[in-house]
């Protein structure tokens, strides 16, 4: 699925919508049974008779699909907080050291896709981030070899558009690592018009006991 054949596949997935906690959530099952589900934080403004929902920033994205013998797998984040489980039976001196470790994350605004590496200490000028155009990634290395990364950008593997060098920027605070990338025009009018497409669903409130779906 790429370009507007993912946008079209988007449409004809069969969609859930569910509100609670101030968040819309959508599941989209799709033809080869993927499933993803996706959270957006919602704005009301109380001053309109009925409540008027602004949509603000994807909070979640993650994917799962069957396994060979048929069974949903586990959910894999490509948006949000990732899953940072540390077993009850550790003691306290791995689960320090576990907090310590560097945490790759993928956090978006409108307008860019953002990364943000935490408990990353060195200075600014160690670090470098680049586009690697025939590997389709971004790399991120350190000067003093404390630290290597490559990630992809899936949505613009699925509109199979190139990835731009002058999109890319970083800036470093607070121990934390920040890469944008500003998103392409195509990325933008896709995600308008399935704002379009998402607010045609009809969404169950949390407690209702039957989502909503298209």
């Not at 586990?74 to 990732?82: L, S």
């Not at 470098?128 to 350190?142: H, P, Y």
């Not at 379009?196 to 949390?206: F, G, R, T, V, W």
Request: charged share 30%; proline share 5%; hydrophobic share 35%.
């Amino acid at each position: 699925m790429a370009g507007p054949s993912w946008l079209e596949a988007l449409r004809g997935a069969r969609k859930t919508a569910l509100v609670s906690d101030g968040k819309r959530k959508i599941h989209y099952l799709f033809a080869d049974g993927k499933e993803m589900a996706e959270e957006y934080d919602m704005k009301t403004n109380q001053l309109c008779c009925k409540p008027f929902f602004l949509w603000d920033l994807k909070l979640v994205r993650k994917w799962r699909e069957k396994n060979t013998l048929g069974a949903s797998g586990n959910w894999q984040i490509e948006v949000g907080e990732p899953n940072l489980f540390v077993p009850a039976t550790l003691d306290r001196d791995l689960i320090k050291e576990s907090s310590s470790n560097p945490v790759f994350m993928r956090k978006d605004t409108k307008s860019s896709f953002q990364w943000r590496i935490r408990n990353l200490p060195y200075p600014k000028d160690v670090y470098s981030v680049s586009v690697e155009k025939d590997q389709r990634c971004c790399v991120v290395r350190t000067t003093n070899k404390k630290y290597y990364k490559r990630f992809s950008i899936p949505d613009l593997d699925r509109f199979q558009l190139p990835l731009d060098s002058t999109a890319l920027s970083f800036t470093h605070a607070n121990n934390t690592l920040i890469i944008t990338y500003h998103k392409p025009k195509e990325i933008l009018a896709a995600e308008e018009e399935l704002q379009k497409e998402l607010k045609k669903i009809k969404a169950a409130n949390d407690g209702d006991g039957e989502c909503k779906t298209q």
